[in-house]
Every structure is written in structure tokens, then in C-alpha cells.
């Protein structure tokens, strides 16, 4: 591997879509709310986000090096390499790196608040890089500590997209984000959940107190399908509301796309058991899936239509 391919491979470019969707939901509300496009506040909500998903990447690996040495050891031939303990970048350049890009999304969110006369901007944005810095980080540590899923879906399901919606609108949590944020919500705490599965018993050995080591796999299982059909839900709920930015039939295709992904998680949730790491690969595809192309589809329609 060249040294910059150490360093895409480190950076994880297949989970970038668990931030990248929220930005893209967060600039549609703001579209939808304000009536038009601005391409300036969505170049800089981009960059913020490219910077903020850079962060997480590095500092998590960096705090998670011991527990990510412990599944390497149990399972050297059941997961991917890790990039700190399979020496394919130094601890000490991850570390750097990783503090170089919060610097980075916490200049680009100042700045860019003061450029477009929105001030309060930076401080959105430094609640953003607090809450995912204190998912692996003291005083709180919350993915040790139980309470990380939680944190994520605060992250990821609401501070972010309201980050992008402020740049584009002046409002973080405009009339229209009240039809759409609960049910990406709910679907951002299935995904954190999720995430657990792979690394069951690793982080359980290395002191991590997330949902699937405290509750177990099968009811961590429950929770997300529960979860997930909340969301459905509430989707349909949406769809019924006379008040709703965009027609019903549209809101039901949103819940069509979700129903799709969602049988075909149902399909396998039998076989994803502790380290069965193929088909918690293919649970958790289904699940992104699930959640990345119904909200995409759903920005599209939001910045497609006209101010409600």
C-alpha cells in the first residue's frame, strides 16, 4: 500500500454516508424553508461536514486502538485490518490528523457564520465536533460509559442536519424539519445500535458499555426492529398530515423505500449472531441502505419543491 492509499483506506470512505446523508437532509430543509438554492452556504456546510467525518474517523480509531488490538487477536482472519494496531499508519500521525481536522471544521464553521453574517453558525458547529468528540473521549465518554448510541443519534440525526439547515435558512430546526428529523432520529439510534454487533465481544473485553454488550445480541435485534418500524410509522403518520411539506403520494414512496430494506433485513436477522461478522455485514448494508436512500430520495423532493 502507497502512503496514500494507508491514508484513504484509514479515512473509511464507506461509512461517510452516515454524515454525509445528514448534510445533504439538513441543506434540503434549509432549501425547502427559504424557497432557493445558495450554492455558498452548501459548499461551506460540505466542507464542515468532510472535515467533521475526518475528526470522527482518526479520533476514533485513536481511542479505540486497544480495543480494536483485542478483536485483531480473537479474529485475525474475521475482520478488516485496523489501521493502528496493523501498523498501517503510526498512532501518532492518526492522532495529528485527527486533531487537524476539528481544528479545521471548527475554523470552516466560525468563519463561515461570520462570511455569511450568520454568527451563531460557529457555535452549531462546535456542538457538532463536542458531541462526537465526547463519544470516545473524557469527561463523558459515552461509548464507555453506556449512552454512546444515544449520542450518535443526537449527532447524526439532529445536530448536523440543523447545522446545515442554519446555514442555509438562519433556523436550525425550521417548521418542515419537525415532519422529517424524528423519523431520521429513530433510524440514526438503529444504525449506532448496529454497530455494536461486529465488535461484541472485543468490546465487551475491552470495557465498552453499548447496547448489544449490556443487552445482548437478540434484544439489541429487537430494538432496532422496533426502531425501524417506529420510523415507518410515524412516516405514514406524515404522509396522512394535511400540514406536510410535500404531497402523501411522495411520503409513501419514502415509506416503500424503507418497507424494501427493511424486509430484507427481516430476512436475515435470524442468522446475524455474535461473530457470524458476514452476515452482520449484510443486516447492516440493508439497514445504511434503508436509511441513506429514503432520506436522499426525500431531499431531492424537498429541494425540488417550493417554499410550503
Known sequence: MTLIQKWIY???????????????????????HLGQLHIAPMLLGLIYTVFLTAFIVFMNDWADQDTDAIKRSLFPDGCSPKTIPDKILPASSVLKAGIA????????????????DKPETGWWGILGILIFYSYSFGPLKLNYRGGGELLEMLGTGFVLPAFNTFLLCGEAFPRESFYILPVFGLLCMGSAIASGFSDEESDRMGGKRTIV?????????????????????????????????????????????????????RMCEFAVVTNAFAVQGLYKTHLHKLIWYSHIFLSLVFMMHPKA
Do not use: D
Open 10 to 32: 484509514a479515512l473509511k470512505p464507506a461509512s461517510w454516508p452516515k454524515l454525509l446523508v445528514p448534510c445533504l437532509l439538513g441543506q434540503s430543509i434549509g432549501i425547502m
Open 213 to 265: 454488550t449490556m443487552w445482548g445480541n437478540r434484544l439489541a435485534k429487537i430494538v432496532i426492529r422496533r426502531l425501524v418500524q417506529l420510523a415507518m410509522v410515524c412516516g405514514l403518520l406524515l404522509a396522512m398530515c394535511p400540514q406536510a411539506p410535500v404531497s402523501g403520494v411522495l411520503e409513501l414512496i419514502f415509506v416503500l423505500i424503507m418497507l424494501h430494506y427493511a424486509t430484507k433485513m
Open 101 to 116: 481536522m476539528g481544528v479545521l471544521a471548527g475554523i470552516v464553521s466560525i468563519l463561515g457564520g461570520f462570511l455569511l
